[in-house]
């Protein structure tokens, strides 16, 4: 059973195709006129349109072969089938070739295709570019591509714009590389769409060399471009966006979007975000969106995401997967991830990572393992690390060394660091170092450090440091040494991004240069982070500048974190003020934190307290 509803969308569908097929009737009965109708120059430039078809139908009914022609190309134009027709048979009994191809475009437009191959047949013997064109279309259609290829050659080779395009799209489907030639011809007589593609073409081929320019393709993308080719426009934004041109690449994107292409519409919106225009950029995302561009989409998402709507948020994700974009699917898991949705983020996640998303793989790994089912998220993490996600292959490295593989993990982690991984290449150079390699480690702790891994520079300056030879006693009168060394600015590097054992160090250098200044500010630094050596350190600053009741509190603090030498320092002040079981309560907490040597010590000095107290 057909509805009537089905039956009017059939016809608006015909009625459709039979508008385009006028359409492109229209370049051809055009083309045909210029080049081949014999039009009166003689006639006034103020001469209207009515004027000049009763002039050439008076002249027509007396037998005119030229006016029959031109007032049936008129008519044909018109849509006036019926009446153009026998205008144009006239004409053509008379040997006009113009109304011959004519003739052969209105037979094709009522379907009757052999019939106006033969008229075009004839045109096109007797010269007629459009003809040629025309006749090699239809072959092409038919599948006679020898016979398309003869008749769009002979239209080509007589300079006929559509008629080198049509030719170059045939040899470009056969991969002939003459293609390149009539893209060129048809591009140059003012054809955009070959100007296009040859501009494309121009592109792949430098982008393939070395050396290659692409100072021509762009010129060639610059040219469809002006002329009204909306992919041209995106494609010259592009290049020119890459190349840091921002303005003159916006006003490329502007022009295609305003020609309804939703890609440009949606670089549009990027561009004018990084600019700090939002909301501009949210209506030509939007404008994408509604387009059907997924970026677009997503991009809303984001934004409305990032402004803490979640619903509209969510919505635009929706469509972004509808558009057929991946990145929908993934960012619906981020959303409710972040929301503690677990069970639904696992499910948009296996949706992406089935679909081939490779970073949803590998957050879908993480989830999984966050829920303690380490063997199902082996298999994702690997999937994700074979299609190339770092993130992947650094995690492949912890679940590995998680399980003592370190042959395995070490694998990954390699794979990661080759790739930028910055934790990645940090694992790498601490394995080398275990092995003994430490120019491996070296290379591997600055490509780390280098990165801004804290604790890549500690390691590194440590590497340095120990290769620093032991200085020797300063000549008589020779100024100290102030330049830094290598190993001291990556220490710097590493005190400067929070590391506590970095910071230590870093004012320990400093007090030996003499800089109390600078060293007392680095132990702070790391002993109000938690540091107990960095805390007893500051203490000894301070003992020494005769702030010794300061000195006591910050070597209570580390005492109290573990430090041996701190308690014992704590019991010989005790001792000195007269706290005696004070100072054998500290004695005892730097014997049992030790090392050997500060037990030792304790040991004596509790052990000369107690006779003291029971003398």
């Known amino acids: 059973m057909v509805f009537m509803g089905d039956r009017a969308t059939l016809l608006e569908t015909g009625r459709f195709v039979q508008r385009h097929a006028r ?58 089938l019926d009446g153009a027709e026998p205008y144009l048979r006239g004409a ?88 390149e030639r009539w893209l060129r011809a048809a591009a140059e007589q003012g054809h955009r769409e070959a100007a296009y593609r040859l501009a494309l073409a121009l592109e792949r081929r430098a982008t393939q060399t070395p050396d290659g320019e692409l100072d021509e393709a762009e010129q060639w993308f610059r040219q469809a471009a002006a002329r009204g080719h909306r992919r041209a426009a995106l494609h010259l934004g592009a290049i020119l966006e890459k190349r840091g041109e921002l303005k003159e690449a916006g006003r490329w994107y502007l022009s295609s979007a305003k020609e309804g292409e939703a890609k440009a519409a949606c670089a549009l919106g990027f561009l004018l975000r990084d600019a700090g225009d939002e909301e501009s950029a949210a209506v030509w995302w939007l404008r994408a969106a509604q387009d059907g561009d997924g970026n677009a989409a997503n991009a809303l998402g984001a934004l409305h995401a990032a402004r ?18 991946v990145n929908g699917a993934y960012n619906l898991g981020l959303l409710c991830a972040a929301q503690d949705r677990n069970q639904q983020a696992e499910q948009w996640y296996r949706r992406a990572a089935y679909a081939g998303h490779r970073e949803a793989a590998n957050a879908l790994a993480v989830l999984l393992l966050q829920a303690g089912d380490a063997n199902g998220a082996e298999p994702w993490f690997s999937k994700a690390a074979e ?33 930028g991984h910055t934790e990645a290449a940090l694992q790498v150079g601490i394995a080398s170092l275990r092995d003994g390699d430490e120019r491996a480690a070296e290379r591997h702790l600055r490509c780390a450090a280098g990165g801004g891994s804290a604790e890549a520079a500690f390691r590194l300056a440590s590497v340095l440091d120990a290769r620093r030879p032991e200085p020797g006693p300063p000549a008589l009168g020779a100024p100290r040494e102030e330049e830094k060394t290598e190993c001291e600015e990556w220490y710097e590097r590493a005190a400067q991004q929070g590391h506590r054992r970095a910071q230590v160090r870093v004012g320990m250098l400093a007090a030996g240069r003499g800089d109390l200044a600078q060293a007392a500010h680095w132990y702070r630094e790391a002993a109000e982070a938690g540091s107990r050596n960095g805390a007893f350190n500051l203490g000894l600053l301070l003992a020494r ?51 050997a040597e500060v037990a030792e010590r304790a040991a004596r000095l509790s052990e000369a307290l107690h006779q003291e107290l029971t003398a």
């Open 23 to 80: 359409r492109a009737a229209d370049d051809i009965i055009e083309a045909a006129e210029v080049v081949d109708a014999a039009v009166d120059t003689t006639t006034a430039e103020s001469e209207t349109e009515t004027e000049t078809e009763a002039r050439h139908r008076r002249a027509a009914e007396n037998g005119e072969a030229a006016s029959m022609s031109v007032l049936g190309a008129l008519l044909l134009r018109r849509g006036d």
């Open 92 to 179: 053509t009994a008379e040997g006009d070739r113009a109304a011959a191809n004519n003739l052969g475009v209105l037979l094709h437009q009522r379907g009757y295709a052999d019939e106006a191959a033969g008229w075009w047949r004839v045109a096109a013997v007797a010269g007629s570019a459009p003809a040629a064109h025309a006749l090699g279309r239809h072959h092409r259609e038919r599948g006679d591509e020898p016979a398309a290829e003869y008749w769009l050659r002979q239209s080509a080779e007589q300079g006929h714009a559509l008629g080198a395009y049509a030719l170059a799209d045939l040899l470009e489907h056969r991969s002939d590389v003459g293609a």
């Open 308 to 325: 803490g709507e979640q619903q509209t948020a969510e919505r635009w994700y929706r469509a972004a997967m509808d558009a057929g974009d």
């Open 387 to 419: 299609a190339g996600s770092v993130d992947a292959a650094f995690n492949l490295g912890i679940l590995y060394a998680g399980r003592d593989d370190d042959r395995s993990a070490l694998t990954w982690y390699e794979r990661a660091a080759a790739a």
């Open 545 to 595: 500048e005769g702030s010794e009741r300061e000195a006591a509190l910050w070597w209570t603090r580390a005492a109290r974190a573990g430090h041996g030498r701190a308690a014992l320092r704590l019991a010989l002040l005790a001792a000195r003020r007269g706290e005696l079981t004070e100072g054998r309560r500290w004695c005892a907490r730097a014997v049992e934190l030790g090392p």
